[in-house]
T-cell receptor, first 114, second 117 residues
Framework: DGGITQSPKYLFRKEGQNVTLSCEQN?????MYWYRQDPGQGLRLIYY???????QKGDIAEGYSVSREKKESFPLTVTSAQKNPTAFYLC?????????????FGPGTRLTVL | AQSVAQPEDQVNVAEGNPLTVKCTYS??????LFWYVQYPNRGLQFLLK??????LVKGSYGFEAEFNKSQTSFHLKKPSALVSDSALYFC???????????????FGTGTRLQVTL
């Protein structure tokens, strides 16, 4: 987990509210990613960013938004349009977006919708 | 489309015995393969990866994995299991040729390893 921080660790949200999850890295990595983890489903890619001011949708982007204004930061907003937001959210980064680059993960944020 | 299968939801092994966690993949061309471990309420930790070369890859904490192209498998192994190895293990795959988009890993559903005394 070293070098990538996520906050908060636990987050509770009422239905209809937007919430923003923080992800910061001090590894000087160009590429950053957001994944969602649900029991028994592995990890699914929400959004990714190769460089500052650029990002692309992953496999399950609906109901989420991101920004990449700084190299070290890649916040994820879970909007009220996300039908089932309760999940464990993981941020990752890699040196570049190259094929062989290893992705390193943060400690995660557990989001619960009340 | 690429895919990863981890056929066992859970693997049980006694401490000191060898362990194997299975992974098979489907991808066009030669794959890049990864293993990660996750402890409860934590992020994923990188264990090892296969890019090219020797089919036996050695990684962290005494783990190794064997790439078998004919069987499209990348099983994780350890000669002697420890109770502290108990965790959730994920296999992941990437296709070899990237069009310039970010590294898009496809993960398996995970295998829970339980090591008992």
């Amino acid at each position: 987990d070293g070098g990538i921080t996520q906050s908060p660790k636990y987050l509770f949200r009422k239905e209809g509210q937007n919430v923003t999850l923080s992800c910061e890295q001090n590894l000087n990595h160009d590429a950053m990613y957001w994944y969602r983890q649900d029991p028994g489903q592995g990890l699914r890619l929400i959004y990714y960013s190769q460089i500052v001011n650029d990002f692309q949708k992953g496999d399950i982007a609906e109901g989420y938004s991101v920004s990449r204004e700084k190299k070290e930061s890649f916040p994820l907003t879970v909007t009220s349009a996300q039908k089932n937001p309760t999940a464990f959210y993981l941020c990752a980064s890699s040196i570049t977006s190259g094929s062989t680059d290893t992705q390193y993960f943060g400690p995660g944020t557990r989001l619960t919708v009340l | 489309a690429q895919s990863v299968a981890q056929p066992e939801d859970q693997v049980n092994v006694a401490e000191g015995n060898p362990l194997t966690v299975k992974c098979t993949y489907s991808v066009s061309g030669n794959p890049y393969l990864f293993w990660y471990v996750q402890y409860p309420n934590r992020g994923l930790q990188f264990l090892l990866k296969y890019i090219t070369g020797d089919n036996l890859v050695k990684g962290s904490y005494g783990f190794e994995a064997e790439f078998n192209k004919s069987q499209t498998s990348f099983h994780l192994k350890k000669p002697s299991a420890l109770v502290s190895d108990s965790a959730l293990y994920f296999c992941a795959v990437r296709p070899p040729r990237d069009t310039g988009t970010a590294s898009k890993l496809t993960f398996g559903t995970g295998t829970r390893l339980q090591v008992t005394l």
